[in-house]
């Protein structure tokens, strides 16, 4: 196991990049701790399988190095890389029985036998598939396959990170949560460095320590989960996280308020006045039905009842504003609505501003 | 939606079926009427029982030329199964070289047999033909008019310049199935080639090329028209294959009642080794599964 780090890391896929828009994966510079499991988040088309395959060794970056702890592995093939990794579709290798499969990667390093069994069979407890393990792998199920394609990985003692590629695309809904815990246990149990890509933010979120947010070939922000959530650094990142994201709303901000559509909110610091476009993220959890000082009047589009609580869908004028709401209270015909203060974040050209000290 | 019940769906299946009864049934009533039957022309027919069969079963000219088509299916099959998979390897997975690959492997397929026989039966004379010039040239003394193993090796370059396309064909398209995470875990997990080759290619392949294996062993058996014409059975009798006997009996002699006698037999050792190969490979199947 190894720190990695990505040194000024951007790749295109055309022979001579010109412009900025020429680069799939634009320049990522981070340093990934050891032992830590990190999820590339983002929509389809942002860059982060690009980012992986050139972690993996798939692709050579057109700029920057790669390095896993202090060995520059830029030029280096996958297979001397000592990764290993998942891919969205199970891998296995059809003719051969489940223990086989997990034997494999050490047989081709000419691991001695006494070794590989030892380490066969630890990997098959670890990973629960001892019933199966005689059993030939081709007529298994697809979190089963998943598991074996994992396992691959987990029995080699030489593995410096895994890498995920949304690996739990094809498994059932069910199994997919059983699975995501089980892996998050193993994680916790032997410490190796995961790197996760995924487009569904709950599996991002439940799963990462940290997770690296992607957008249109872009690194926007690299946080814990609870970092994404209260201080997303882009407008992006509060409209990709949470269920429904956070609301963005033109405002023009001075002092300690802002001006949204002529109302006035109380920020909870203080701005300077800022040149360029102006906005105020919150998020609907932060949002509370009050007609009292301050309030804001919304009409209101729909109200979608889920239970535990209930999305109120409606807009400030012309820009969409979600509340979430506790159950039990009714709506007002014509509600108006307050923002938590210090939950109110200011954006400048669709990037976070801090206040002044 | 309410199902309807009736039987009219048997009109629909009415002329298949009254094709395949002209096409197939009934000349194949009239193969095993003669075969039982004895006939001196002006259609007059006289009852000979298993007489036909008891002939040509004993015959050793059918021995001989039933040993021949096994010999030459089997030489096709151990050719063509491994030089084909060979080839598809080799082609390129995309670019432009990809269809320049397959328009020049599926040409040799679209060439009429007959042709592909007086092609390799030019290409091979060693007056006029490229191939047969060259090797006497060369100070080999080839004729396959002549020398028996001449004639057949003729005869098996010939079939796999015409048919390893096939083959190629299949495998290929077995191969462009397998998904690029494959190669990568297998990258991964430090497959060898062949390692590469033998745990994810061939199973990957493996229904493709049990119709590769079915359909060439089903048409060297039956093989005809190429050898016919190159060699036209001989020299002697070292190129006739059943299926040249057979039409040597019927048109060649005339002997209506052994030729359908032999045709059955034919038809049923096909059918036969046609059934114990689908068997094995649907069991095999099925326990791997």
């Not at chain 1, 920057?64 to 199970?90: C, K, M």
């Not at chain 1, 246990?185 to 997770?211: C, I, N, P, S």
């Not at chain 1, 993220?281 to 804001?296: H, I, N, Q, T």
């Not at chain 2, 039956?222 to 019927?250: H, Q, R």
């Amino acid at each position: 196991m190894s720190r990695i780090t990505l040194d000024h890391i951007a790749h295109s896929y055309l022979p001579s990049p010109k412009t900025e828009a020429d680069f799939a994966l634009k320049e990522v510079h981070q340093v990934w701790e050891d032992g830590s499991a990190y999820a590339l988040l983002g929509p389809s088309g942002c860059g982060k399988t690009t980012l992986l395959n050139i972690i993996s060794g798939l692709i050579t970056p057109s700029h920057g190095r790669v390095v896993f702890g202090e060995r520059d592995v830029t030029l280096l093939p996958t297979e001397a890389r000592n990764i290993a990794q998942v891919f969205q579709f199970p891998v296995i290798y059809d003719t051969m029985t489940v223990a086989e499969n997990l034997a494999f990667p050490l047989k081709n390093r000419k691991v001695p036998q006494a070794e590989i069994d030892r380490r066969v069979a630890e990997t098959i407890e670890m990973l629960g598939l001892g019933p199966m393990a005689r059993r030939k792998a081709r007529g298994l199920t697809a979190d089963q396959k998943q598991k074996i394609s994992l396992g691959r990985g987990l029995v080699r003692s030489d593995v410096n990170a895994i890498l995920f590629d949304e690996p739990l695309t094809v498994i059932d809904p069910h199994m997919k949560w059983q699975l995501r815990s089980q892996l998050k246990q193993l994680h916790r149990r032997y410490g190796f460095t995961m790197v996760y890509v995924t487009h569904d933010q709950t599996e991002a979120l439940t799963f990462a320590d940290k997770v690296v947010v992607m957008y249109a070939g872009e690194v926007v922000q690299v946080g814990t989960p609870a970092e994404l959530f209260e201080r997303p650094k882009h407008t992006f990142v509060g409209y990709f996280i949470g269920s429904p994201g956070m609301n963005v709303l033109p405002a023009e901000v001075a002092g300690d308020r802002a001006v949204v559509g002529g109302h006035a909110v109380a920020l909870g610091q203080h701005y300077r006045p800022q040149p360029g476009r102006t906005e105020i993220g919150v998020r609907p959890e932060f949002v509370r039905l009050d007609d009292g000082a301050g309030s804001l009047p919304i009409s209101v589009r729909s109200v979608e009842d889920i239970g535990r609580y209930r999305i109120l869908r409606g807009a400030i004028g012309p820009h969409e504003l979600n509340a979430v709401l506790p159950e039990g209270r009714a709506i007002p015909a014509s509600p108006r609505v307050v923002f938590d203060p210090a939950r109110v974040n200011v954006y400048r050209d669709a990037h976070l501003v801090e206040a002044e000290a | 939606m309410e199902k309807t019940w009736n039987n009219k769906a048997w009109f629909m299946v009415l002329p298949v079926l009254l094709l395949v009864a002209f096409s197939a049934v009934i000349p194949l009533m009239t193969v095993v009427n003669y075969s039982v039957q004895d006939t001196f022309g002006n259609n007059e027919f006289f009852w000979a029982g298993t007489e036909w069969f008891e002939e040509v079963l004993s015959s050793s000219r059918f021995h001989d030329a039933l040993l021949r088509t096994i010999a030459f299916s089997a030489i096709i099959l151990a050719i063509e199964i491994p030089l084909g998979i060979l080839i598809a390897l080799t082609m390129p997975r995309k670019g432009w070289g990809v269809p320049v690959c397959l328009v020049l492997m599926s040409l040799p397929l679209l060439i009429p047999w007959n042709v592909v026989g007086t092609i390799w039966q030019l290409f091979g004379r060693t007056d006029i033909g490229l191939l047969g010039r060259m090797l006497t040239g060369l100070g080999i003394d080839y004729n396959y008019g002549r020398n028996p193993f001449d004639a057949w090796a003729t005869i098996i370059v010939m079939d796999v310049w015409h048919w390893t396309s096939l083959v190629v064909l299949l495998c290929y398209a077995g191969l462009v199935s397998i998904p690029e995470a494959y190669y990568q875990a297998a990258k991964i997990d430090g497959a060898s080639r062949w390692s590469v080759f033998r745990f994810i290619e061939l199973p990957k392949m493996n229904r493709v090329l049990q119709i590769a294996i079915l359909l060439r062993f089903m048409d060297s058996f039956m093989i005809y028209t190429e050898p016919f014409v190159v060699t036209g059975g001989g020299p002697g009798s070292a190129t006739t294959f059943l299926s040249i006997d057979l039409v040597k009996t019927a048109v060649g002699q005339f002997d209506l009642g052994p030729a359908a006698a032999m045709s059955i037999i034919y038809f049923m050792i096909i059918l036969l080794l046609s059934w114990v190969f689908f068997t094995v490979t649907t069991q095999a199947g099925e326990d791997r599964s």
